[in-house]
């Protein structure tokens, strides 16, 4: 997806949310892979849940007042019963 994000004030920080996977995610801005950020602040390289909200801390790759490019590759890791699999939700 393309979105134009605006100007961001000095000092603070920009997160990507996801409402929700079934399986895993993994998030780019501009050609960059974004770490997760779980509640407890942790990162980690891949997202995995079900049903649950995902951050990722965009701050680095983000362009401000500018357009950006930010792919979502999402990954169903798992069959259920539904057949579901990848976003579940807004980002």
């Not at 995610?25 to 649950?52: P, W």
């Not at 069959?79 to 807004?90: K, R």
Request: aromatic share 8%.
């Amino acid at each position: 997806m393309k979105i134009k994000a605006p100007q961001v004030p000095a000092g603070k920080n920009v997160y990507l949310w996801l409402a929700a996977t079934d399986g895993s995610a993994k998030v780019f801005v501009n050609g960059r892979h974004m770490s997760y950020l779980n509640a407890k602040g942790a990162k980690s390289d891949v997202a995995s849940g079900y049903a649950e909200p995902l951050s990722f801390d965009v701050t680095s790759a983000i362009k401000s007042d500018a357009e950006n490019q930010i792919p979502i590759a999402a990954t169903c890791t798992f069959m259920n019963e539904l057949g579901t699999g990848g976003l579940l939700g807004p980002a």
